[in-house]
Structures are given as C-alpha cells and as structure tokens.
C-alpha cells in the first residue's frame, strides 16, 4: 500500500528537479576563457538606469578649486554652494573644481521662478 505513494512522491520530485545541463559546444569558450580574453565593456542589465557620460579633461579643470583660489576663497565658494543647493548630496565641497561648485550654484539659482525672491548667494 505504501509502495504506489513512495512510488507517485519519486515521480512528483523526479519532475520537480533541475534538468541535466547540455553539453558544452566545443566551439564556444568557457565563460572564464571569454571573460578573460574580452577587452569589450561589460554588458548592463536591460533594466539598469543609465550611466552619466565622464566629462573629458579638456571640458573640465580636474585642478582643486582650493589650488586654483586659495583655501579661503574655495571654501566660502563651496559654503555659498550648500546654502542655495537642494541636492541631497551636492558637488559643494573645496576639493572639486570651482567651476563645478559654480556650476551647482547657478543651477540651484535657476531653479527660482520669475517671482521668486532669490538668495543673496545667488547674486554674490
């Protein structure tokens, strides 16, 4: 009696198991061999958001704006940044180049409309 059940639960689990791999084609190379011999970027998952573009040197001062005004000036600089900036985590900082600090500035200014009183650090 209890044979028919063990018999019916082997089936039910045989069914239920990960079906044996296929055989490797012999022309394709391992994922290790391709991974390893591939230069090609590294494919992003369809559902990824997309990446920023990296900014060329020549667009860019890659020189500290510490470096570039002095400490003082890039700190008061990176100080007028937090203050008018919504970003939760904004490019204010002596480190970055001024113009990104500036950039920062002028893109929180913007953000006023036409009635909108703006801050002081926008005008400075």
Known sequence: MRLPVLLS???LLAACSQPAEAPADATA???AEAA???TAEPMMPADAPPQEEAIAPSEASSTACEVERGSEAAIELASRC???SPAS????NPANPCQMIQDEID???AMY???ETKPAECTA
Not at 89 to 92: F, I, R
């Open 113 to 115: 409309g036409p009635g």
């Open 89 to 92: 985590h904004p490019p204010c």
């Open 107 to 109: 893109r929180a200014c």
């Open 82 to 84: 937090t203050r008018v």
């Open 29 to 31: 190379p391992a994922p």
């Open 36 to 38: 390893a011999g591939s």
């Open 9 to 11: 639960a082997l089936a």
